[in-house]
Nanobody
Framework: QVQLVESGGGLVQAGGSLRLSCAAS????????MGWFRQAPGKEREFVAAISRGGSTTYYAGSVKGRFTISRDNAKNTVDLQMNSLKPEDTAVYYC?????????????????????WGQGTQVTVSS
């Protein structure tokens, strides 16, 4: 069982920045690929960013590429999402998710169905 706890959400003006952090309870955090997803009111949950077990591979949704950066610290069991140049359409609840990856150190995963554990979410609101 892995527990994930997100933090860092809040209210920010358009063009501003926020840094989300996800703390994991996993004893072998480096065995897990990680992802960030978001869900806006009335919309389906969507992929935002993912990072491989070792951190060597990252991938972003087209809507956030160039503005968001995912990173991880396996020594601290954390994965962060730095969000810059925020837009009102980035408003959503952001979720951290983990996937035990037995096969690959460098793979990333964009489908939420692949992820085993989820945090409770943190609200990000961007005002215009």
């Amino acid at each position: 069982q892995v527990q994930l706890v997100e933090s860092g959400g809040g209210l920010v003006q358009a063009g501003g920045s926020l840094r989300l952090s996800c703390a994991a309870s996993a004893r072998t955090f480096s065995a897990y690929a990680m992802g960030w997803f978001r869900q806006a009111p009335g919309k389906e949950r969507e992929f935002v960013a993912a990072i491989s077990r070792g951190g060597s591979t990252t991938y972003y949704a087209g809507s956030v590429k160039g503005r968001f950066t995912i990173s991880r610290d396996n020594a601290k069991n954390t994965v962060d999402l730095q969000m810059n140049s925020l837009k009102p359409e980035d408003t959503a609840v952001y979720y951290c998710a983990s996937l035990r990856d037995f096969f690959s150190v460098g793979s990333i995963y964009t489908s939420d169905r692949r992820y085993d554990y989820w945090g409770q979410g943190t609200q990000v609101t961007v005002s215009s």
